[in-house]
């Protein structure tokens, strides 16, 4: 089956606008997870979605960031007012969250978009 | 909280050699840990995931990792090294009641031929 999926691949935008970024779950995953890649940097989780439960946002490094996850599949994480640090690979990953907790199972990788900010 | 150290952020071996890439773990108590391939201009590929189990864990394409607690070290091995092998690895933990998973800076593999 398909795998997950994010679009735009790539993303250039000029600093001070809004950047929408999609991901596209596989089909019956109940938990996504939002990372952000810098260069040189291991991956920084953003934000988790888990079902109907209220996501984790503990990760989101500031209120220009936000995600929602509609009907429980695809999710669009928004970066307002961008600016040049938020240059990066976004990636998303989707799980079958079996268990109560995340934590166990496997991730699912997209292949990111990577966004610039000039 | 858990935390995750690469040590090495680039390692080179010669094709047919072995591989050994680092990771230590910080934790309070025993993790998860995981190792993901990132192959250029892709998503992270899972490659063997330690669930307190057999301490020993295979993967896919011959690497194969030891949960070590007294070392907190769970490094990834593979005893001969195939030029396909050129990639980023990363590790990560999780807390077992938890849904965060904490990823190493990446340690980048070159293989020479």
């Known amino acids: 089956g398909a795998g997950v999926s994010q679009s735009p691949s790539n993303k250039v935008t000029e600093k001070g606008k809004d950047v929408e970024l999609r991901c596209d779950p596989i089909?019956?995953?109940?938990?996504l997870y939002w990372y952000r890649q810098s260069l040189g940097q291991g991956l920084e989780f953003l934000i988790y979605f888990q079902g109907n439960s209220a996501p984790d946002k503990s990760g989101l490094p500031s209120d220009r960031f936000s995600a929602e996850r509609t009907g429980g599949s695809v999710s669009t994480l928004t970066i307002q007012r961008t600016q040049q640090e938020d240059s990066a690979v976004y990636l998303c990953a989707s799980s079958l969250a079996l268990s109560g907790y995340g934590s166990y199972n496997e991730q699912f990788f997209g292949p990111g978009t990577r966004l610039t900010v000039l | 909280a858990q935390s995750v150290t690469q040590l090495g952020s680039h390692v080179s071996v010669s094709e047919g050699a072995l591989v050994l890439l680092r990771c230590n773990y910080s934790s309070s108590v025993p993790p998860y840990l995981f190792w993901y391939v990132q192959y250029p201009n892709q998503g992270l590929q899972l490659l063997l995931k330690?669930?307190?189990?057999?301490?020993l864990v295979k993967g896919i394409n011959g690497f194969e990792a030891e949960f070590k607690k007294s070392e907190t070290s769970f490094h990834l091995t593979k005893p001969s090294a195939h030029m396909s092998d050129a990639a980023e690895y990363f590790c990560a933990v999780s807390a077992v009641t938890g849904n965060q998973f904490y990823f190493g800076t990446g340690t980048s593999l070159t293989v020479i031929p």
């Open positions: 330690y669930t307190s189990a057999a301490t």
């Open positions: 089909s019956g995953h109940t938990a």
